[in-house]
């Protein structure tokens, strides 16, 4: 069994590079498809999903803008509904079609605070595509429109995903070993 050590964790090779490489070339096919003759803006959000963009641009047969943004991080404690400023945006989106490039979508809340930020830039239509998402976790009613794979409610890192920073390079997605 092929595993990998992080700090105190431990673990398994679960969705191999190949696999994934499979899913990212059926995601930018669909992609290619649904969105032709769309104004489009991929919006990369930062840190998580650099390497699923990376691959999935590169499979992409369409013309599109590609920029990268990042939530800005909360310093200290906040009052609760307060939307968050999302660092990077320089590219005009009123009236184009934003596609949000996500690694992972788990409660859901990161992606409800980035469609709050967005708002204000008045895009046509927002459309999102996330490589993993834990179905069992989400608490959130936006439609996912394009999931790489479904899984469950498991700790996972590789291929851009981090734990404590660490793991995001690996080419595969382990899954935590519970001891
Ligand atoms: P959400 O706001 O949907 O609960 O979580 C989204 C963020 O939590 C992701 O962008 C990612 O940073 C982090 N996250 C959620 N699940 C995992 C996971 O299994 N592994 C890693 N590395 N990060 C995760
Ligand atoms: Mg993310």
New binding site residues.
């Given amino acids: 069994m092929e595993t990998v050590s992080i700090h105190d964790k431990k673990f398994r090779l679960y969705i191999p590079s190949e696999d994934i490489d499979q899913k990212v070339s059926d995601l930018a096919l669909q992609l290619s498809k649904d969105l032709k003759g769309k104004e489009l803006v991929f919006l990369v959000?930062l840190n998580?999903a650099f390497m699923f963009a990376s691959d999935l641009m590169k499979k992409l047969k369409l013309p599109a803008r590609v920029s990268f943004v990042k939530l800005a991080s909360y310093e200290g404690s906040q009052s609760s509904g307060q939307v968050r400023e999302l660092i990077g945006i320089n590219e005009i989106l009123k009236d184009k079609t934003v596609v949000l490039v996500?690694?992972?979508?788990?409660?859901?809340?990161?992606?409800d605070e980035l469609l709050q930020a967005l708002k204000p830039h008045e895009p046509k239509e927002i459309r999102v595509v996330s490589l993993l998402f834990?179905p069992d976790?989400y608490e959130q009613s936006f439609r996912i429109d394009y999931t790489g794979f479904r899984i469950p409610n498991?700790?996972?890192?590789g291929y851009g995903?981090?734990?404590d920073g660490f793991g995001r390079n690996l080419k595969d997605i382990f899954t935590v070993v519970e001891f």
């Fill in positions: 959000v998580g996500e690694d992972i979508i788990d409660s859901g809340n990161t992606l834990k976790a498991d700790f996972v890192v995903l981090d734990y």
